[in-house]
């Protein structure tokens, strides 16, 4: 506001204060927040500036983000829902996805757990040319993590080109398990009969683990609790906001401060210290194991040109395809490949290639 504009308004309310009063009290009652239902609620937050943004995702569950709106979907609890208005932050309750919220959970639609891994049997059995099925460690409560490769395991070749696609990070994303099984099925249902992918399974290798966090997968099969994290419990956190987001636990750029909490009961909480979850270590000693590392130890040291391999980890709702760097707004030293890679793969499923950050 103007202080011109400012001058005027306060020789207004000098001048008619009685007159203002119903008006004042109308106006305020129509910027007052809407009044969050019990439980968590899914919101519109619109933010000011990057800083509130990155200082947001470090705190909440968000879903996803529009930068030329200024604005953010996520799901808060009642807590951060009053510490939100109290911030002042301008806050809509998305009544569209609360309804969904709030239907009947479609679960049976779903594998659990034990059907998916059972699944993971049957396949090997019935291809025992074109897999190898391995668990890679236990989780937190002691289930298997399995990896399946799939390749022409007679068509022996050095140094395979490798794609590692993982899934299910975050346990309540039911459907990337799913499609993980679904590639799998794909490449094994037509070898020998699709050319594009006979080729793909004779000249390549496909490593495929089709859930990274089943202990979350296992927390959402009775009710969609809409789990995100492990089970880990640190801290003194109520039984429904235990865990770490595994996504945030890797050692690369660990604690940084943005994208992610150090509070044990926040939904992005990236743990003690780096790589503190069995499934992390898991994972990233696997990773180690298929690609080499051929960066410098700098971040901007670049791969050599002739590197091979991909590596996808599947999420399910924002329609984007990410590539580095998550942690900054500059580029990686691989940019041109990375965004060659990710805009390609758009092409097939029309999701939006972008950075990460």
């Known amino acids: 506001m103007s202080r011109r504009l400012f001058s ?24 007052d927040p809407p009044t969050a239902p019990e439980g968590n609620t899914i919101v519109i937050i619109h933010y000011p500036d990057r800083a509130t943004l990155e200082s947001l995702a470090g705190e909440l569950d968000i879903w996803e983000v529009d930068p030329e709106a ?102 309540r994303e039911l459907i990337t398990p799913e499609m993980a099984m679904v590639f799998m099925d794909h490449l094994l249902e037509n070898y020998g009969v699709d050319p594009d992918v006979t080729w793909i399974l004779d000249w390549h290798e496909i ?67 780096n790589a503190s979850e069995a499934e992390t270590q898991l994972i990233q000693n696997y990773v180690r194991s298929l690609f080499p590392d051929q960066r410098g130890p700098g971040d901007t040291d670049a791969a050599p040109e002739d590197a091979t391999g991909v590596l996808i980890s599947l999420h399910s709702y924002s329609n984007l395809i990410l590539w580095p760097w998550g942690w900054t707004n500059a580029t990686a030293p691989n940019s041109a490949g990375l965004a060659a890679l990710g805009q390609k793969m758009a092409t097939y499923n029309y999701y939006d290639p972008q950075q990460s950050n």
């Open 207 to 273: 490593y495929i683990v089709v859930s990274a966090n089943p202990d979350g997968h296992v927390r959402n099969e009775t009710t969609l609790a809409y789990w995100r994290k492990n089970t880990h419990p640190y801290g003194s956190c109520s039984p429904d906001s235990i865990g770490v987001d595994l996504n945030r636990n890797h050692s690369f750029k660990w604690g940084l401060g943005v994208g992610s909490s150090g509070d044990p009961c926040d939904e992005t909480y990236r743990g003690p210290s």
């Open 8 to 31: 005027l308004c306060m020789l207004v309310f000098l001048i008619l204060p009685l007159a203002l009063q119903p008006w004042q009290a109308a106006r305020a009652q129509e910027s």
């Open 70 to 171: 200024g604005s953010l979907v996520a799901m808060v609890t009642p807590a951060e829902y009053a510490s939100l208005v109290e911030r002042g932050l301008q806050i809509e309750i998305d009544t569209a996805r609360m309804e969904e919220l709030n239907a009947p959970p479609g679960y049976p639609c779903y594998r659990t757990i034990v059907d998916l891994y059972a699944d993971l049997q049957t396949r090997a059995q019935a291809y025992p040319g074109l897999t190898y099925l391995r668990s890679i460690g236990k989780s937190y409560e002691g289930r298997d993590i399995w990896s399946m490769r799939v390749t022409n395991e007679s068509h022996v070749v050095a140094d395979k080109p490798r794609l590692f696609l993982m899934a299910n990070i975050h346990g």
